[in-house]
C-alpha cells in the first residue's frame, strides 16, 4: 500500500472518530458537520448564520471539546473593545519598581468561539482580522504569535437587524465558510428533545490533539488536483463577475460583484481536504461542487433586482452550477 493511501486512510479514520463522539450531542446536521471539519482540516475560519435555538454554539463547544486544544468564548456585545479580544498592557510593580506586561487576551487560544459577532461594532470585529489572516497579534509594536492550530467559529443571527453591525465585506472574505444552519427534520427534532430532556448528558471524547490537527492540515496540501479540475474551478468563480466577457445573463442582472481570487483558493484547498476525509488522495468535481455554496455565498453581493425578485447568491450558485460546462473527463 502506497504512502498516499496510508495518509488517505488516516485522515478519514479521524473523520469518522470526530464524527462519533459529535454525534453523541450533535442530531442531524451532517452537511454542516462536514463542512466545520473540511474548515478544520485546511487551517480555514468558518462563519456559522442561522436562527436561534439552533446549537451553533453546541457544534462549536462540542467540537472544542473533541479535540485537545486550548478553547476560548468570546461573547460580542456593543460595548466590547478590540482590547477586550487581543489583550492590553498593564502596569506591574515588583520589588519597588514599576513596568508593563501585556496581559493576552482571549484570543490567545487554539479554538476561538465568537458568538454573535455581528453584535459589535466594525472596529472590535476588526480586532479579529489581523489574528485570522496572520495568525498572530500586534499589540504596542510588538508582535505576539498565536498557536496553531487557530480556528476562529463565529456565529451570528440573520434574523434580528436592530444593534447589530452586518460584517464588512473584507472580513466576510477572511472566513473561508459561510455556514447556514437549517432547521431539523421531524424525526431529528424528535431525537433531540428526547436526548435533551432526559436524565442523562452524553460526554464526547477527545480523540485528536493539535499535533495531528497539523498533521492532517499538511496531508491536505499533498492531495492531487488535476489541471482541468483546477481550471473547472477558476471557471467557475470567474462565472460569477459581472463584467467579464462571458459572465452568464444572470449575473449580469443581479450581482453587484462575484468572488475573487480567494474563493477560488478556498474551492482547491476545501476540495482537497474534503478528498482526503473520504480517503481519496484526488479532488474531483464533486467535492468543488459540494462546497461551492458556504465558499461562495458570501463573496457574492447580490444587487436590488435581486433582493426585489428574492433571489439569494444561494440561488445564483445553484445557477452557477448548473452554467457552468464541466471537465470533459468528467471527474
Known amino acids: 500500500m502506497s504512502t498516499s493511501n496510508v495518509s488517505a486512510e488516516r485522515v478519514a479514520e479521524g473523520r469518522q472518530r470526530i464524527l462519533a463522539e459529535l454525534r453523541k450531542v450533535i442530531v442531524g446536521q451532517d452537511e454542516v458537520v462536514e463542512q466545520v471539519l473540511v474548515a478544520l482540516f485546511t487551517g480555514g475560519h468558518c462563519l456559522i448564520t442561522g436562527v436561534p435555538g439552533l446549537a451553533k454554539t453546541l457544534l462549536i463547544k462540542t467540537v472544542a471539546s473533541i479535540l ?14 478590540p482590547s477586550d479580544i487581543t489583550g492590553t498592557e498593564i502596569l506591574d510593580e515588583e520589588q519597588g519598581s514599576r513596568r508593563l506586561r501585556f496581559a493576552k487576551g482571549p484570543i490567545f487560544a487554539q479554538i476561538i468561539l465568537a458568538d454573535e459577532i455581528n453584535r459589535t461594532p466594525p472596529k472590535t470585529q476588526a ?4 489574528a485570522m489572516q496572520e495568525y ?24 434580528e437587524l436592530e444593534g447589530t453591525y452586518p460584517l464588512p465585506e473584507a472580513q466576510l472574505d477572511r472566513f473561508m465558510f459561510n455556514i447556514v444552519i437549517s432547521y431539523l427534520s421531524e424525526d431529528d427534532e424528535v431525537a433531540v428533545v428526547t436526548q435533551t430532556t432526559g436524565t442523562t448528558k452524553p460526554q ?31 471557471r467557475l468563480v470567474d462565472a460569477s463577475r459581472p463584467g467579464r466577457g462571458g459572465a452568464p445573463d444572470f449575473i449580469e442582472q443581479y450581482v453587484k460583484w462575484g468572488a475573487g481570487l480567494r474563493a477560488s483558493q478556498a474551492l482547491v484547498r476545501g476540495g482537497k481536504a474534503r478528498a482526503l476525509m473520504h480517503g481519496r488522495y484526488h479532488v474531483s468535481m464533486k467535492d468543488i461542487q459540494a462546497l461551492a455554496k458556504p465558499i461562495l455565498r458570501h463573496r457574492i453581493m ?30
Open 127 to 130: 480586532a479579529l482580522l489581523e
Open 136 to 159: 498572530h497579534v500586534t499589540a504596542a509594536g510588538r508582535s505576539y504569535p498565536l498557536e496553531q492550530p487557530f480556528f476562529v467559529l463565529a456565529t451570528q443571527n440573520p434574523i
Open 68 to 81: 485537545d486544544l486550548d478553547f476560548k468564548r468570546i461573547q460580542f456585545t456593543p460595548d466590547l473593545m
Open 204 to 234: 464526547p471524547q477527545r480523540v485528536l490533539n493539535g499535533a495531528d490537527i497539523l498533521e492532517f492540515q499538511e496531508l491536505a496540501r499533498q492531495v492531487v488536483i488535476a489541471e482541468e479540475i483546477a481550471r473547472y474551478t477558476v
Open 302 to 331: 447580490t444587487n436590488f433586482y435581486a433582493d426585489s425578485e428574492r433571489i439569494t447568491p444561494d440561488t445564483i450558485v445553484d445557477r452557477l452550477l448548473e452554467t457552468v460546462p464541466p471537465p470533459k473527463s468528467g471527474m
